[in-house]
């Protein structure tokens, strides 16, 4: 039985270190979503300022992602050798685009924290990517997933299954 993070104490996502396992590239999952679940991320210039920021902040590199109204869904892996903090790397993508978002009395745009997941061995790059692409579909946004406008790939990460 799952119980609602309320029921446990927890408001915030629990934070594990990310592992290397062994000679893959570790791949996460990651949510981020606005604050109060404004939707406000599903513009041109928003996509245009998330890909800024992301191919700024190396040290994580960002492989697919799909852009909903109120949140984020992208998959990425370390860029280097020494692997930074999720959370600080989340933290200054997300400063880099409230710093240069276009529509000031949109201000905050972003929940404190954000939700990761760390792909197992088991866990299937590709399946994942094609739940997450089609939630533009589930909610009623466009008819096809290949259709939405606010996805993409900015690399290919090194481990999952083509």
């Given at each position: 039985?799952?119980?609602?993070?309320?029921?446990?104490?927890?408001?915030?996502?629990?934070?594990?270190?990310?592992?290397?396992?062994?000679?893959?590239?570790?791949?996460?999952?990651?949510?981020?979503?606005?604050?109060?679940?404004?939707p406000i991320l599903t513009s041109p210039d928003v996509h245009a300022l998330l890909v800024n920021?992301?191919?700024?902040?190396?040290?994580?590199?960002?492989?697919?992602?799909?852009?909903?109204?109120?949140?984020?869904?992208?998959?990425?892996?370390?860029?280097?050798?020494?692997?930074?903090?999720?959370?600080?790397?989340?933290?200054?993508?997300?400063?880099?685009?409230?710093?240069?978002?276009?529509?000031?009395?949109?201000?905050?745009?972003?929940?404190?924290?954000?939700?990761?997941?760390?792909?197992?061995?088991?866990?299937?790059?590709?399946?994942?990517?094609?739940?997450?692409?089609?939630?533009?579909?589930?909610?009623?946004?466009?008819?096809?997933?290949?259709?939405?406008?606010?996805?993409?790939?900015?690399?290919?990460?090194?481990?999952?299954?083509?």
């Amino acid at each position: 039985m799952v119980l609602p993070m309320d029921e446990i104490g927890r408001k915030h996502p629990a934070r594990q270190r990310v592992f290397n396992p062994g000679n893959l590239s570790p791949i996460v999952f990651l949510t981020v979503c606005t604050a109060q679940r404004k939707p406000i991320l599903t513009s041109p210039d928003v996509h245009a300022l998330l890909v800024n920021a992301w191919k700024l902040a190396s040290l994580w590199s960002v492989g697919r992602y799909v852009i909903l109204p109120d949140h984020v869904h992208l998959f990425c892996s370390p860029a280097t050798q020494e692997i930074v903090s999720i959370k600080k790397w989340v933290q200054f993508w997300k400063a880099l685009v409230s710093r240069n978002w276009p529509r000031p009395h949109e201000q905050p745009i972003w929940l404190v924290d954000a939700w990761d997941t760390q792909l197992r061995r088991e866990d299937n790059y590709s399946a994942k990517w094609h739940y997450v692409s089609h939630n533009p579909v589930r909610h009623g946004l466009t008819d096809q997933a290949e259709n939405w406008p606010f996805q993409g790939e900015l690399n290919i990460l090194p481990w999952h299954d083509q």
